[in-house]
């Protein structure tokens, strides 16, 4: 297992030169990372997020599976932060469903992933007309829309919630290629490639044996916000692309003896690294759930604030050093800058930061995980 990993690691890995050029083709045309997604399902990549007993890696299982899972998403990040976060999205869905899922649900999933199926997870609703389920038939019928739902219209499995009288309820439904994708002239500025629209779900009919796990289990800590490891591991990997860039650049531009140059790539390479050390952390934490939800769940919030600050700095600071030709449109510095700092605004950033505070006036302060304590 731990040999399959590495070899899928290092397969991408040889494949981050062409998905970043095919990135900057898909920026400019605003296009699912088709090609590249054809490539990654070639070498396995979106079954392996299942146990190994369905047929995958057990991406996240352990702390050999936690590593490999952080090495994956930071390479994707690396190549193309949309790929990365769809392919997030994908094991997002596959790890919620294999916690909750039933067992003949678990194994529906698991084949449609085997033979290929992208999960999205389209869990925002709407400021008007949330998606809400209600008895019909045998199963369910829904009604209402999700917001920023990235695959929209690519994506053929999706883990949606819907809000019930009684609470937030998991589904997996199925959708056709190119259909329910509502028209918005809201489109984001960067991760473009991402596709992030609006779904009508409207008139979906669930059978009652989709439903996932109970009602509040989308909610239950600290798998809900451990999560966001995972997001800012991908994070990681568009700013390890940035700071290479720098770096090549600046030489290019025979500018790597100038004290102010060295000083603020000095700069960047401490950002980088604080955030690939939190990151290390935090992705056994995430997987391995060895201490109290709460205790988890802090530490992953401060990793993921100190990741978005590090990228923040380090945009900053390349911005400063490179100069105009980091704003000219077709530029990698330009669509990375433009694909990170789009992607960094995750949720209540400010609440995630009080409350892992908070927590940390009444325990003790954060440190190695279990598993590389000793
Ligand atoms: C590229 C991309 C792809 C995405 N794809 C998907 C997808 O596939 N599926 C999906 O479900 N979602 C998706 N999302 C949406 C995502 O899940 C979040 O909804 C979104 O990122 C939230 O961003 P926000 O900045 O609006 O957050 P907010 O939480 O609204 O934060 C904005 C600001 O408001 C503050 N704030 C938040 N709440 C309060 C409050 N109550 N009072 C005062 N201040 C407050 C925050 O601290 C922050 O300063 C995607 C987002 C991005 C960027």
């Not at 998606?131 to 499995?157: I, N, P, Q, W």
């Not at 401060?302 to 490179?322: G, K, P, T």
Request: glycine share 10%; with cysteine.
């Amino acid at each position: 297992m731990l040999c399959e990993r590495t070899a899928l690691c290092e397969a991408v890995g040889a494949m981050v030169p062409v998905l970043q050029q095919q990135a900057a083709a898909d920026d400019a045309a605003g296009d699912f990372p088709g090609d590249s997604f054809h490539r990654l399902r070639q070498l396995g990549l979106l079954r392996a997020p299942l146990p190994e007993t369905l047929g995958g890696l057990g991406l996240g299982d352990g702390a050999t599976g936690a590593a490999a899972l952080l090495r994956l998403l930071a390479l994707l990040g690396e190549a193309s932060l949309p790929v990365a976060r769809l392919y997030e999205a994908h094991v997002n869905a596959l790890q919620l469903i294999c916690r909750y899922g039933n067992e003949s649900l678990i194994r529906r999933c698991a084949a449609d992933a085997v033979a290929g199926a992208l999960f999205a997870l389209w869990v925002t609703d709407p400021p008007e007309g949330a998606l809400t389920m209600h008895s019909e038939g045998d199963g369910y019928g829904l009604v209402g829309a999700k917001a920023f739902c990235s695959g929209a219209g690519t994506a053929t499995r999706a883990l949606v919630t819907a809000a019930t009288p009684g609470g937030t309820q998991m589904l997996i439904i199925s959708v056709d290629p190119g259909t329910r994708v509502l028209p918005s002239p809201i489109k984001l500025s960067g991760m473009r490639a991402a596709t992030t629209g609006s779904m009508d779900l409207t008139g979906i009919h669930v059978p009652a044996d989709a439903l996932l796990g109970e009602t509040g289990d989308y909610l239950r800590e600290p798998v809900f916000s451990a999560g966001a490891w995972r997001s800012a591991a991908a994070a990681l990997g568009g700013l390890k692309a940035l700071v290479a860039l720098h770096r090549d650049e600046i030489r290019r531009r025979g500018r790597a003896q100038d004290p102010h140059q060295q000083a603020r790539f000095g700069a960047l390479l401490i950002a980088y690294e604080t955030a690939r050390l939190w990151m290390d952390q935090a992705a056994l934490r995430g997987c391995l759930e060895d201490d109290s939800a709460a205790a988890i769940v802090a530490y992953v919030n401060l990793a993921r604030l100190a990741v978005e600050s590090a990228c923040l700095d380090a945009m900053r600071l390349s911005q400063r050093s490179l100069g105009l030709g980091a704003f000219i449109a077709g530029h990698p510095a330009e669509r990375i800058c433009r694909d990170l700092a789009t992607y960094l605004r995750q949720p209540a950033p400010d609440e995630t930061l009080v409350k892992a505070a908070s927590h940390y006036f009444h325990a003790p302060l954060p440190g190695p995980a279990s598993a590389t304590a000793a």
